[in-house]
């Protein structure tokens, strides 16, 4: 007699190959739960963190878009305007949206009384590289606060930062320290609009500005260490610090 073939003989191998495969999948599931739980959340606040950082590296506004108006109540009523106050006179002042959402997390200038970003009037706010090719965030504002006591570090009262970007890796830094030693803010009927880089120099930038009807041009570049940045006030009724 011939035995008969059993049908369901090869069958024991594929179940321990899917019964193995299903294993796999479980162990794998089981370490990404893991990893998201321990993880998920601060990569996700990398993540966010860094997208709002783009925006801020990326970020420009028209040329005749006025940033800071010292004299215009008018403005107050457009959209993405706030008001600040230097004595009894209302300030229209615009802050960069990027900046809106990321300002209280970048680091802020100095120690103690330091200044923080997004605080202010958004001057300027772009990506800038310095001759080695570095890049930094650079933001300019300003906030109309009387000149009590000697803190401007620049003409005009003006706020700088420098950051060095954060990456998956490192978080944001300020490399540059508050080091005042000014008193010079001209509250007088100033209108600012918004800064524009220079297309052709990638560590410089403009400004220009309105005193009583009279035009200036402030002139900006990331140093060459790239740990700060010079200030000229190229013409105009302000002048640099002697």
């Known amino acids: ?37 321990r993880y998920g959340p601060q990569t996700y606040q990398q993540a966010k963190f860094l997208y709002l950082q783009h925006q801020c590296l990326a970020y420009t506004a028209p040329v005749d878009q006025v940033v800071y108006d010292e004299n215009s109540p008018e403005r107050l009523k457009q959209p993405g305007y706030i008001a600040m106050r230097t004595a009894a006179t209302p300030v229209a002042a615009y802050i960069a949206p990027p900046l809106q959402k990321i300002g209280g997390v970048l680091p802020p200038i100095g120690t103690g009384a330091g200044r923080t970003a997004g605080s202010g009037a958004t001057l300027f706010l772009h990506e800038r590289r310095n001759a080695a090719g570095q890049s930094r965030l650079i933001l300019v504002q300003r906030n109309p606060v009387p000149c009590l006591s000697p803190t401007f570090r620049y003409p005009m009262g003006l706020e700088v930062f420098v950051f060095d970007p954060a990456t998956w890796q490192t978080a944001s830094r300020s490399l540059l320290d508050w080091r005042g030693g000014y008193c010079e803010n001209h509250t007088d009927d100033l209108r600012i609009f918004a800064g ?14 309105e005193v009583k009807g009279k035009s200036g041009l402030i002139d900006g570049r990331l140093n060459k260490t790239g740990d700060g940045v010079i200030i000229d006030m190229k013409s105009g009724p302000v002048k640099n610090f002697e």
């Open 196 to 209: 524009q880089i220079d297309a052709d120099d990638a560590s410089h930038f403009t400004i220009r500005y």
């Open 1 to 37: 007699m011939t035995a008969a073939p059993l049908d369901y003989a090869p069958g024991a191998p594929i179940r321990r190959r899917t019964r193995i495969r299903r294993l796999s999948l479980l162990i794998a599931l089981v370490i990404a739960a893991i990893v998201c739980i």
